[in-house]
Every structure is written in C-alpha cells, then in structure tokens.
C-alpha cells in the first residue's frame, strides 16, 4: 500500500499539539490534513473537553470532539507529574511544531514555555494560543469564543435589525483563530528553511474576532457608529440575500448592474425596475433598498421556486436553494466531491467525518488517522520517539503517569 503522507506538503513535519477544545485543536487538524504528524497530548482520565461536548461516539470520543482531532494520536500524559513533565518535553524537543493553548502561565509550570524549550530546540516552532493580548492587562483572563464574539461586535451585526445580539451559529473566533495559527505555522516552517531558526507566534482570540468583522470594521471606523443589521441581505449589495418564492427559501446574488437588469427583464419579468433611475445602479439600489425590496419580493412569491432557479441559471445569476445541514451534507453535491469520509470504529461500528476541504494536484488528501480514542497512540508514540520499553511503560501506566 503507497505512504498516504508521503505525497503530502507536510510530510516529514511533526507537531506536539498540547492544546484543547476547539481553536488550537483546529490549527492542529490543519496541519495533519496536509501532512504532519500530529501527536495530540491528552489527561489520562479527562482528555479533551469537548470529548463530553456534542453526541456520543464510543465510550472516548464525541461528535465535537471528532470535528478537530481527524489525523492525529492521542498520547495520554499527566502532565501535573514531574514524570509526566519530563516526557512531554521530550516530546517536544522532537517535534517541529508545538501548540498550546494552557492558561496564562501554565505552559511556564509544566517547563513547556516557548524559552524553555527553545534553549534546547532552537529551531522550534512555537504557537500559543489566548483569549487576549498576553502581554496586556488581560492576558491571564480566559478566552471563549461566546465571550469574544460578544465584546468584538460580533453579535452585534449579527442577525436581524430591532432583533437582540445574535451569535453565529457556529464557534467562528475559534475556527478563524485555528485557521490563522495555521497560517503563521506554515509561514514559520516556510522561513525556517532559510534561517534554520523557530520563531514564538502568539494569537489571541480577541485579536481574530475584531478581524471576522472585515468590511463591517472598517465601516464602523469611518462613521464613528455600529453598522445597521440587514440579517440574510447584504449591506451593499442589492438584490443579494435569501428570498421566498411561493413554495420556499432560495438565495438570488445580483452581483452587478448588467445581472440586474436581466434580472427584471427576464426572472420578475419587471422591465420598468431596471429602467427606474433609482435602481440603475447598485449604490442608488441600496440607496432605496425600502422602495425596491418589497416589489423583488411581490414578484417572488408568485412563482415557483424551480422555476426562478431555472430563470436565474439562464440569465446568468448566481442562485441557489436553502437547505438544511443535513440535507447539505448528504447532497449529491457533497457526496460526489468527498466532503464526508466514512471510517470503521471499534465500538460504533463506523464513524462519519468531514473530509479535508483542499484538492492538492487535483485530489482531496485522505483522512490517515480517524479521530483517536482515549490514549490509542500512547504506546506507539513513546516507543518509536522516546525509546520507552514495555517495562517503563507499565510503571508509567501503574503510577497513572500515561
């Protein structure tokens, strides 16, 4: 059988992910799709948090846990024992990359620091991972992506105008902070082969949640006030947002003038719209959005939605329908690309995971390791990069140590 990660950009990378729950986990899941070898640290007894977050799958491992932790092993290791201490900084010492996410200080009293491990391991990639500046006055506080969506605005332009804040249904400050970290890695190890040298990167979530905010931001700045809240419109584009023909939802995305006007003409069938001078336009469009929405809509809901689908096709405009997750998930789209990998599992006989999103040389790189069990590397981890024999590997285990 051919090396799955040889062929991969990170092959021969190897990363010590000491970090938990959903941003670090997510910069960790990153890397081990295009390659490395992750090693994710892990108590002995607890694990992760978020294995006792989402829908039970097998006795260690969940829904929540299992959507960051695809191509890595899971080494257990009680790191509030100076023997546990020893070993993951061997480990460490081995690895190229190590990510931590430890509470203000924390990564210090396990001598897993940046400058600890860098005296020994010059060449060390160093990425930790805070809720805010850690060299701020908030820097011991704890970081939660509710929280910082909250206090970077995020809820705020959130959902619908005269409506309460509103969340995004998903962790997105972890998920951006975990794809940003990723992104400072590869440039690190991209560096790293001219200067032979590590570099420390430091990411906060605060820091990433103010940059979700993009376009949004900067308008913010320049009016000196919060923008207005448009829900599934778009603040400056339109028509552009989730619409209801007489039978459901669909999405219609008039991106220019040219597509409006053959919007009217040839799917509301409304020539006297384009020709209207305060909708020739996209800036007077949105100028008199009151005026033009509720005549888009009328015409809407008298029609089928295939049948404005098919109508938008052939005019060129982007549309689609609105489906549910599961719906998605399962679509003929999703299943003939391999966006969801089908895997064997001990206990629950088989385990569904979300497939890597790249197309490297036109294909999707598989997933090597399914989600880990409990502890289910410790013992081949230890042996191969530490030379641990069974023997201290039993006293290890005896003492709760792994």
């Not at 005296?119 to 809720?131: A, E, P, V």
Request: aromatic share 6%; proline share 6%; with cysteine.
């Amino acid at each position: 059988m051919p090396n799955q990660t040889a062929s991969l950009p990170l092959a021969g990378v190897r990363v010590l992910d000491l970090s938990r729950v959903l941003a670090g986990p997510w910069c960790g899941t990153v890397l081990g799709d295009l390659g490395a070898e992750v090693i994710k640290v892990e108590h002995p007894q607890r694990g992760d948090d978020t294995r006792d977050w989402g829908l039970r799958v097998g006795a260690t491992q969940t829904s929540y846990f299992n959507s960051a932790n695809r191509n890595k092993r899971s080494v257990t290791i009680d790191l509030q024992t100076a023997d546990g201490q020893r070993i993951a900084q061997a480990l460490a010492l081995k690895c190229d990359v190590v990510l931590q996410n430890f509470r203000h200080g924390g990564a210090e009293k396990f001598g897993l620091g940046y400058e600890q491990l860098k005296r020994h391991h010059t060449s060390l990639i160093y990425c930790s991972i805070s809720g805010y500046d850690p060299t701020g006055p908030e820097a011991a506080r704890p970081g939660y992506d509710l929280l910082v969506q909250g206090e970077a605005g995020l809820m705020a332009l959130n959902g619908e105008a005269g409506r309460p804040p509103l969340k995004f249904g998903v962790a997105a400050v972890d998920l951006f902070t975990g794809m940003y970290a990723a992104q400072a890695v590869l440039a690190a190890l991209f560096e790293r082969q001219r200067t032979g040298t590590g570099r420390h990167i430091e990411m906060a979530l605060f820091d990433c949640g103010l940059m979700i905010a993009s376009y949004y931001g900067l308008e913010a700045l320049m009016t000196g006030q919060d923008p207005l809240r448009y829900g599934n419109a778009h603040p400056s584009i339109v028509p552009y947002g989730v619409f209801d023909a007489e039978d459901g939802p669909l999405v219609i995305t008039v991106g220019n003038n040219a597509q409006f006007d053959r919007f009217c003409r040839e799917v509301i069938e409304r020539p006297d719209l384009a020709e209207d001078d305060r909708f020739r336009t996209n800036i007077t469009r949105t100028k008199n959005r009151a005026v033009l929405v509720p005549e888009i809509d009328r015409e809407l809901t008298r029609r089928k939605r295939a049948v404005l689908l098919e109508r938008l096709k052939n005019a060129g405009i982007p549309c689609g329908e609105v489906l549910g997750l599961h719906e998605a998930l399962t679509s003929e789209r999703a299943t003939a690309s391999g966006l969801v990998t089908h895997l064997p599992h001990p206990e629950s006989g088989e385990m569904q995971v979300l497939s890597p999103p790249y197309r490297l040389d036109g294909a999707r790189p598989p997933v090597r390791h399914a989600p880990p069990s409990l502890g289910e590397g410790t013992h081949d981890v230890l042996r191969s990069l530490l030379d641990l024999d069974d023997t201290q590997l039993a006293r290890l285990e005896a003492d709760d140590i792994v």
